[in-house]
Each structure stands twice: as C-alpha cells, then as structure tokens.
C-alpha cells in the first residue's frame, strides 16, 4: 500500500463564513430560544435569559473560533479591522454571514415556538415580538429610543473593551482554552447590568436577523419600537459606536502600556511569549 498523504485542512473565506453563520446561529437558539419560553412559556426568569444568553456565546465561539477567531458580532468583526489589522475586505462578508446565521436560528425558535406564541399572543404584537428583536425600555419602561441607543454604545463599548483585555496576550488572557467561557460570561454580566434600557442586543446581527425572521413571519411591526418609531437603526448603530468606543479605550488606557515580548523582567514570572 502507498503511504497515505495527510489530508489538507479547507482554509480560506468560505471557511471562515461557514463557522461564522453556524456560531451566530447557536448563539441566536439559545437567546431567541430562552426569551421565546420565558415571555411565551412562562418558564424562568430574567436570570435564566441572561445566563442562556451567556452560554449561547460561549458555545458559539467554541463552535467558530479555530476558523474564523468566533467574531459572531459584526461590532467586533468592525472593531478588530480598526484596531488590530483585521482584513477590511472581510468584514462586510463576515457581517453578513452573521445576521444569515441569526436570521435561520430565528426562524428555527419562530417555527418551534409557533403554538406557544399564537397562544400567548395570537396577534403577534410587541407583547411577544421582544422574544426577536430589542425594544426601548423591552417595550414596557419609559426609554425612548435616543436613550435607548446610549445604552447601546454603553454595553457594547463595555463587551468590547473586556474583549480586547481577554483575548490580549500582552495581558493575562485566560488559559486552558477558557477565554470562550469568559467572554461568555461577560455577556452574562452584561445581561444583568445592563438590560433595562435596551434588552442589551450589543450585537447588530443579534438584532438585526431574528427582526426580519418576525417581519417575515407575521409581526408586522417588527421595525418599530411601542412608540410608533422606526427603531431597528438603534441595535446596528449603536453597537457600531459602541464597539470602537471600547476598543478605542483598551487601547489607548491599557494596551499601549503592556510590555513587549522581550527579556523578562526580574520577578516576573516567565510566559509563552518572552
């Protein structure tokens, strides 16, 4: 018999996509998933949404991080091509492999959940169009949509600039392969810290994907907030802002100071890198 050739890994764009939609889409079946049997089921609480929502990332970037490096956010996907030479021509495929990627995991919770939503809401209002799409105050507090969208660079710029801390190997970036749990369980932070205002989307294709998935199925007021307001802007631009907003932070109050690879300082414990 011949010597059988090692077989060559598929690299390139496709691949990266492909990991992209399939890690945005787990993400969006926990998340949609989670708040459909809370607001829809009646089963859990703001606790449960937060930590599935948490899970869900971590399991997405478990799913898409040898790949792709798991951006799963097209806020980080714009981040990193600003701050750390992320190719530009990738990150309109990237971002549309994302909201793809959400847009069928949407449908997938829309199709499961079908008799529970018609029964909890037959008329597919905003009672039940939140277990899609973020609203202003989550369509029940006074926010409009202005604060709504300062809430939104807020988070983001929170999630992005624990990101850049975790992932940064100048820094002490989680060990083990446990940064997917960690940036996990920032979301979950976030989620309980900052949810009020906003539903806490941080994510354009977060929202963006599950939105259009309810307008096409039956929630005819899936662009407007409980005002009357086109709103879907807010969940993209927002988190845009926000993103670069903590980027540009890690990087100008942090990363810029962090030692080089380089001899090892006296009384440092020795790492990989130097």
Request: glycine share 14%; net charge neutral.
């Amino acid at each position: 018999m011949s010597e059988q050739k090692p077989v060559a890994h598929r690299t390139g764009l496709i691949g990266e996509l492909c990991a992209e939609f399939v890690g945005t889409m787990v993400l969006i079946l926990f998340g949609c998933g989670v708040v459909a049997q809370v607001v829809a089921g009646g089963l859990g609480d703001h606790d449960s949404i937060a930590w599935a929502w948490g899970f869900g990332v971590t399991f997405g970037v478990y799913v898409a991080g040898r790949l792709s490096g798991a951006h799963i956010n097209p806020a980080v996907t714009l981040s990193l091509a600003v701050f750390k030479g992320f190719p530009w021509s990738k990150v309109v495929p990237y971002a549309i492999a994302q909201t793809a990627g959400a847009f069928v995991a949407a449908l997938l919770v829309r199709w499961n959940y079908t008799e529970v939503l018609a029964k909890t809401d037959p008329g597919h209002t905003f009672k039940t169009q939140f277990v899609f799409s973020t609203l202003p105050g989550n369509g029940v507090l006074p926010v409009s949509e202005w604060g709504a969208l300062r809430d939104q660079v807020i988070g983001t710029a929170i999630l992005m600039l624990l990101l850049f801390a975790v992932t940064d190997v100048l820094n002490t970036p989680p060990g083990a392969n446990l940064a997917a749990l960690i940036i996990g369980l920032i979301v979950v932070a976030i989620g309980m810290a900052w949810g009020t205002d906003a539903g806490y989307a941080i994510n354009p294709a977060r929202d963006f994907g599950p939105r259009l998935a309810s307008f096409l199925t039956g929630y005819d007021t899936a662009w407007r907030d409980q005002y009357g307001n086109l709103y879907f802007w807010v969940p993209i631009v927002g988190p845009l802002v926000g993103g670069l907003v903590g980027a540009g932070l890690y990087r100008v109050l942090v990363g810029r100071f962090l030692p080089v690879p380089g001899p090892q300082e006296v009384g440092r414990t020795p790492s990989a890198e130097t």
